[in-house]
């Protein structure tokens, strides 16, 4: 279920929506962990902020007035283990779970990045919704290699004075191959082993192995299924026939003996 929860004049107003693979009875496990609720300081007035709003609040704060078109200002990332596990823990240690997971991304990216977060409990496998706003400091990665490349070529190679400590919006640098085998094994150190989780075996670096979207490993199933349907049936017929034969003899046998 996604609950929404709004302020208007200071009227509260919810309202509800059960996703098609969502389990209506257990709604009530699902909660948001990190508050999005603000309170004017003179007024007291009470407002809960859409996660848009969110998102954009921590780009104002961070000092960022211009945004390009098309840039990404917002990561989703889910934070979950495998079902048997996820659905093993007991509703203390999920809630210790969801709290560990929390304070590592905090840790990760910085505690006033991560704007939003949704513990559901409804689905297949308990699993968070954190919601990442990927502001980073320091050199930018790709003005640093274009810059590196003009010199390799003979040209000038400037380097710029960079704020240590300036904000830029870079979902590409948070999203780098190597800080993602990062994120998985620190997750697993700092949190997954508390609870009986183990990192997934991590990929070789130049090794064959190609991932495929979930619409094609839904195609792959369909198609293995469809394999093996064929072979039922086959094994269904061969069995008439050997059941008929069988039968016969049987038969001839009796008529023999009669």
């Known amino acids: 279920m996604i609950h929404t929860v709004t302020f208007v004049n200071n009227t509260k107003s919810e309202t509800d929506w059960f996703p098609d693979n969502a389990n209506p009875e257990k709604s009530h496990l699902n909660r948001e962990l990190i508050s999005r609720e603000r309170i004017q300081p003179y007024t007291n007035e009470r407002t809960i902020l859409t996660v848009n709003q969110a998102v954009r609040e921590r780009i104002e704060k961070a000092g960022i007035s211009k945004i390009r078109k098309g840039q990404n200002t917002a990561l989703e990332i889910i ?3 495998s079902n048997e596990v996820m659905n093993s823990l007991t509703p203390d240690e999920l809630d210790r779970w969801a709290k560990e997971s929390i304070d590592w991304a905090a840790d990760e ?46 040209g000038v190679y400037r380097k710029y004075k960079v704020r240590k400590r300036e904000f830029r919006l870079c979902a590409d640098e948070v999203y780098l191959r190597p800080r993602l085998y990062k994120y998985h094994s620190s997750y697993a150190e700092k949190v997954g082993k508390h609870f009986g989780l183990e990192r997934g075996v991590q990929a070789v670096a130049g090794s064959q192995k190609n991932h495929i979207s979930s619409i094609e490993y839904n195609r792959q199933l369909q198609r293995e299924a469809e394999e093996i349907q064929k072979k039922i049936r086959q094994l269904t017929a061969d069995y008439e026939q050997v059941k008929l034969a069988y039968e016969k003899i ?9």
């Open 79 to 81: 934070l979950s283990g």
């Open 250 to 258: 049987i038969q001839d046998q009796k008529n023999e003996l009669g």
């Open 109 to 154: 990216w910085g505690k006033d990045n991560v704007v939003a977060a949704f513990l559901h409990c409804d689905e297949t496998t308990p699993h968070i919704h954190l919601i990442l706003v990927p502001l980073v400091t320091g050199e930018n990665r790709k003005s640093e290699q274009r810059a590196r490349k003009r010199e390799e070529a003979g």
